[in-house]
Nanobody
Framework: QSPLVESGGGLVHTGDSLRLSCVVS????????VTWFRQAPGNEREGVAC????????YYGDSVKDRFTISRDNAKATVFLQMNNLQPEDTAVYYC???????????????????WGQGTQVTVSS
């Protein structure tokens, strides 16, 4: 079983909101970078939002800036992705990924991550 468990996906309409959750198992502590990716059919995996525990910063892909917010509940070892004003082009499987690297350099690159969740489907209808 993956040490990352995502939830919160679903079918929504354009303009709606969803909040995704990623529970991180303590078995993979310490880790410093948690990122949400997404992948639509036929597309490459795309970095959406990153929470850098190492430097305390957050980073976003250009396509989701001002609409998505990544946050962390340390006590619950959970990282959230609040998605507002969803659009049909946001339809994808969303994955949570964890990297043990201290800095979030090239956070958008899937190859740097050590652990992945199983994904949760988000579908936005027009």
């Amino acid at each position: 079983q993956s040490p990352l468990v995502e939830s919160g996906g679903g079918l929504v309409h354009t303009g709606d909101s969803l909040r995704l959750s990623c529970v991180v198992s303590e078995s993979i502590w310490p880790y410093y970078t948690v990122t949400w990716f997404r992948q639509a059919p036929g597309n490459e995996r795309e970095g959406v939002a990153c929470f850098s525990i190492g430097d305390g910063n957050t980073y976003y892909g250009d396509s989701v800036k001002d609409r998505f917010t990544i946050s962390r509940d340390n006590a619950k070892a959970t990282v959230f992705l609040q998605m507002n004003n969803l659009q049909p082009e946001d339809t994808a499987v969303y994955y949570c990924a964890v990297d043990r690297g201290f800095l979030a350099t090239h956070w958008w690159a899937p190859g740097r991550y050590d652990y992945w969740g199983q994904g949760t489907q988000v579908t936005v209808s027009s």
